[in-house]
């Protein structure tokens, strides 16, 4: 199980790069570190593993946050109760996405930012992500809500921008008004 002190924190200016394509194959590092983010991020959304093995919660992850300065990250998004579906994507883009911005009332999160930290984050509401599985197949994502502030968030990483960057500290709430709360 990945531990905490392996996810790089905000302070570490490793985040800040951007990430490279990825070249197919996958090299074996690569994919065993894939399987390792998606045990970590599954883990750590069941309230017993994650007490187990002392996680914070997440529902996503780059490869940047390990120290690998590759366009991959994985999502795992709880779609009920104790079921999960995965989503790893490799070398992503968003191809198209809604006119509606939306941002999570209760503040965004990230595994690297140890603090909570209030404001707004504006995102898609809607969003369609073109990148490649594992095998280096041509994949096409819809997402919604959650799921597409997940995307956005975890493809800012691969350009070295967190979601702090966003909100200005002396007015955090700025033009929540234009912006639908989720
Ligand atoms: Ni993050």
Do not use: W
Request: glycine share 6%; aromatic share 8%.
């Amino acid at each position: 199980m990945l531990k905490m002190n392996e996810i790089l924190d905000e302070k570490d200016r490793r985040l800040r790069q951007v990430s490279k394509e990825v070249i197919f194959p996958l090299t074996k590092e690569d994919q065993e570190r894939i399987n390792k983010m998606i045990e970590y991020l599954t883990a750590s959304q069941i309230e017993e593993e994650a007490e187990k093995y002392d996680l914070r919660p997440g529902m996503g992850m780059a490869a940047i946050q390990l120290g690998v300065a590759k366009r991959y990250f994985v999502v795992v998004h709880e779609v009920e109760d104790g079921v999960f579906d995965n989503y790893v994507l490799i070398n992503p883009k968003i191809i198209s996405n809604s006119e509606e911005k939306i941002y999570v009332e209760l503040g965004e999160g990230c595994l690297s930012v140890n603090r909570e930290v209030e404001g707004i984050v504006p995102r898609y509401a809607r969003v369609t992500v073109e990148g490649y599985n594992e095998l280096g197949q041509k994949i096409r994502v819809r997402a919604r809500e959650e799921l597409a502030i997940a995307f956005q968030h975890e493809i800012d990483h691969l350009d070295g921008i967190l979601f702090t960057d966003y909100i200005d500290p002396k007015n955090p709430f700025k033009d929540q008004e234009l912006y639908r709360a989720i």
